[in-house]
């Protein structure tokens, strides 16, 4: 892997974070005021290039498991790391979101900047089972009790069938993602289907796309915001094709996108700021709730609860939370450093 190629994987994935705080920066579902504009803002970003972001950390984690991989002892020793570098770090993140709401339970005031049901009457009359369902997988809604890791729950489901995947790559190499389109489409309703196609096809895929010319690059970026916006004023509901046809013309046109904005002599360690930053890109992914909701909805309490109040909550909030959250993370590392590399996998 080239310097270059190293590094835009950091500044992409760093980005997508950033996407990823967008889409969980939401309004209150009554507010009582006008919120054409803050809608319209949220329906531009999030609803649009945020959706990106989460196929994107696919693709990389794809390409990255299945990097220099030559046998299936290779995968396995790759599954051993990951116990280290994900599921440790999932299950530590799992526990402490709830864990956190069960201390601001106990805080006088605290549950008008927290959004949740009782954890702490969950862990003292519920089954143990139960419990540990909620926690890592489903708390009835679909998503385990730190809704912002069932990305991380679905991509273990994936890491565990990668010796399948090793076989499917082999024998199938670039077709098989067309076995995964069609897995997609035949099994719909299996929740980590999603996260198999992108892992595989940024396995396959992610370090060809530069050879994809700059002309057709354009017309999958011009295709992919002309759905994201039938979409949005169409007020069509995502069917199969189009949410797979949109997400893979974005990270697709975005991921090229990126050579032509960014000169091939960039080099990350150059800008100290940016380079810092992408130091704690998983950091901020882990940890980001529930602090990020408070601080959104602190915002228009400052502002205001009005239109530009929510608006400007909307737009500033992940950039106020991205810096606290990496003094955080540098704190962390420097003054419990046995303690943050466990958080973060080693990372």
């Not at 531009?44 to 984690?61: D, L, N, R």
């Not at 915002?299 to 950039?319: D, E, Q, R």
Request: overall charge positive.
């Amino acid at each position: 892997m080239s310097p270059y190629f190293s590094d835009k994987l950091k500044v992409v994935s760093f980005l997508a974070i950033i996407m990823v705080l967008y889409m969980h920066a939401g309004y209150p579902e009554d507010t009582g005021v006008d919120m054409t504009i803050p809608m319209f803002v949220r329906n531009c970003i999030p609803e649009t290039f945020g959706y990106c972001a989460v196929p994107m950390f696919y693709a990389i984690s794809g390409y990255l498991f299945f990097q220099n991989v030559e046998s299936i002892g290779n995968v396995f020793r790759k599954m051993k790391k990951r116990v280290r570098t994900v599921l440790v770090p999932f299950v530590i993140a799992a526990v402490l979101f709830p864990l956190f709401f069960v201390v601001l339970e106990h805080i006088p005031g605290a549950s008008a900047y927290i959004n949740s049901k009782s954890y702490t009457e969950m862990f003292v009359t519920q089954p143990l089972w139960d419990i540990l369902v909620a926690l890592f997988y489903n708390c009835g809604n679909g998503f385990p009790c730190a809704f912002h890791l069932w990305f991380l729950a679905d991509l273990i489901v994936v890491i565990f069938l990668s010796p399948l995947i090793f076989y499917l790559r082999k024998y199938a190499k670039s077709w098989s993602v067309g076995v995964m389109v069609l897995l997609f489409f035949l099994l719909p309703n299996v929740k980590f289907i999603y996260a198999l196609y992108w892992f595989v096809t940024g396995s396959v895929v992610l370090d060809k796309l530069d050879r994809i010319p700059r002309s057709i690059v354009l017309l999958m970026f011009a295709a992919f915001v002309g759905m994201a916006v039938f979409r949005q004023v169409g007020n069509v509901r995502y069917w199969d094709f189009h949410r797979i046809a949109e997400h893979t013309l974005g990270v697709f046109s975005m991921w090229c996108i990126y050579d032509y904005l960014i000169s091939k002599d960039f080099r990350l360690k150059n800008s100290a700021a940016l380079s810092l930053a992408c130091q704690f890109t998983f950091f901020l992914y882990l940890y980001h709730e529930p602090v990020f909701n408070i601080i959104v909805k602190v915002i228009p309490m400052v502002l205001g609860k009005n239109w530009f109040g929510y608006t400007m909550s909307f737009l500033v909030s992940p950039f106020v939370f991205a810096p606290i959250g990496i003094c955080v993370g540098i704190f962390l590392r420097r003054y419990a450093g046995g303690i943050y590399r466990i958080l973060v996998g080693g990372r």
